[in-house]
């Protein structure tokens, strides 16, 4: 199959990475792609947000299948668009990338659809939402609507932080248009997990779950990232909670979305609270709740799953696009994985680019797998070129030797600034 991937950080490596793994051989391309990425696919010079960009490319190539990566051209309808000229993508119709686009179109799906969530009121004006406050107990959450790179979401310990997020939002308009409108939302205690589904807008396959690490320090402390390592299978999902998120979240999401006019197809991701026993339980008493859904892969879960996955992977994503999706299409290795983010010290604030990274060769000998995020080809030479740099995945027959594995890797690498958590896979070990 010929087939482009669209994006340039681990995740789409690791797709890629993915994709060259089939026992058949595809021809691959990747637009942007970064410095690993080249490695394997050829690299089409269109930015992944450049909708007409890919479009030509497409036309001009006629592609068997494009894998959208990120949610930024899935937001902008890119998947609309190659539709017309008749390609097939793996990713989401525009409307249906409304379900990360917008939390209150995804809450008002999940109502409809009853899947349990937190009970969330919507807000345009600030006074009016502050006042609500009151009938949300603490801590609060407050979220802008629309996408806002993973910053539009805070934690209130108090109400006067609580109060002054909203204005942020809908004063200062700190994050523009995504913070138009804001969503007070009920604070869920318990453990995250991710799940991801690839579905036909039919039917849904569940991939492995698996448990990103939103902070940047050790033991979860610090601002949010984009995540800072993953680790699949993760314990706080068993088997028997994997069937029940499928009837009771998954299949709901996709059925309401058709009634509404939307055959979703791709990757939804379902960000989840696994409540503890006598824990705060939110509307059906559930104790799973979703927190957020993404209309995309999850990065870096996709560095600790795709790994696992057997079979012919670039078949399974047609399939999905198409509507053909089958059980089979999925087979899951009994293997575990560990991925361990490399960034650039200073994020997911401001940091520096351009650094040399040195000891790829060798942490490649290790046996992990060395995605790239943010870099960059300099004649011979690899740079930095983002926040997060490097995504070190590590599987093995135990978590104990996965995570080993990353970490025996990263000991090989080097570059000016260089940090990376120590502690991936911290709350599975200490269930254990
Ligand atoms: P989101 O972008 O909606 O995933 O939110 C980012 C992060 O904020 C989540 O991964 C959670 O850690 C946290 N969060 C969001 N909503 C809630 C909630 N209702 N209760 C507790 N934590 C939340
Ligand atoms: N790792 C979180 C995300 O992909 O949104």
Not at 129 to 151: N, Q, T
Not at 324 to 340: G, N, P, Q, S
Not at 351 to 378: N, P, Q, R, S
Request: glycine fraction near 12%; charged fraction near 25%; proline fraction near 4%.
């Amino acid at each position: 199959m010929k087939i482009l991937v669209v994006g340039s950080g681990g995740r789409e490596h690791a797709i890629v990475w993915r994709l060259a793994n089939d026992p058949v051989k595809h021809d691959l391309y990747c637009a942007p792609g970064n410095a690993g990425i080249a490695e394997l696919a050829t690299i089409v010079d269109a930015l992944a947000e450049d909708v007409s960009a890919i479009v030509a490319w497409a036309r001009a190539n006629n592609p068997d299948l494009v894998v959208v990566g990120p949610e930024a051209p899935l937001v902008k309808g890119l998947v609309d668009e190659l539709a017309k000229i008749g390609i097939p993508s793996f990713g989401p119709v525009a409307s249906g990338a409304r379900m990360e686009g917008s939390k209150r179109f995804a809450k008002d799906v999940m109502q409809a659809a009853g899947v349990p969530t937190a009970r969330a009121e919507v807000y345009t004006d600030s006074v009016a939402a502050k006042e609500a406050l009151a009938r949300f107990g603490l801590p609060v959450v407050i979220k802008a609507d629309g996408l806002a790179a993973g910053k539009g979401v805070i934690v209130a310990e108090t109400f006067e932080q609580a109060a002054e997020a909203i204005d942020d939002m809908l004063v200062a308009n700190k994050f523009g248009a995504a913070g138009a409108e804001v969503l007070i939302e009920e604070f869920l205690d318990g453990e995250e997990c991710s799940i991801l589904a690839m579905t036909d807008g039919e039917h849904a396959v569940l991939l492995p779950g698996s448990q990103d690490h939103k902070r940047i320090f050790d033991g979860d402390k610090g601002p949010n990232t984009g995540g800072m390592g993953a680790y699949s299978p993760a314990p706080v999902v068993t088997d028997d909670m994997l069937e029940g998120i499928k009837e009771g979240i998954i299949l709901p999401v996709v059925r309401e979305l058709k009634k509404r006019g939307t055959v979703y197809r791709g990757i939804l991701y379902a960000g989840l609270m696994v409540t503890p026993e006598g824990g705060k339980i939110a509307l059906s008493g559930s104790k799973v709740n979703v927190v957020e859904f993404n209309a995309r892969f999850g990065d870096p879960e996709t560095e600790a799953v795709l790994p696992r996955l057997g079979g012919n992977f670039a078949e399974a994503l047609l399939h999905a696009a198409t509507g053909r999706l089958k059980d089979e299409d999925i087979v899951v290795k009994d293997e575990v994985a560990a991925t361990v983010i490399v960034s650039s010290g200073g994020y997911p604030g401001s940091y520096d680019k351009g650094f040399e990274i040195k000891g790829l060769g060798e942490a490649a000998k290790t046996g992990a797998i060395v995605f790239h995020c943010g870099t960059k080809a300099d004649g011979g030479r690899v740079l930095t070129a983002g926040g997060r740099v490097l995504s070190v995945t590590g599987t093995g027959a135990t978590l104990r030797e996965a995570v080993d594995k990353a970490y025996t890797a990263i000991g090989c690498i080097s570059f000016d600034k260089m940090f990376y958590r120590k502690d991936i896979a911290h709350r599975a070990f200490d269930r254990a």
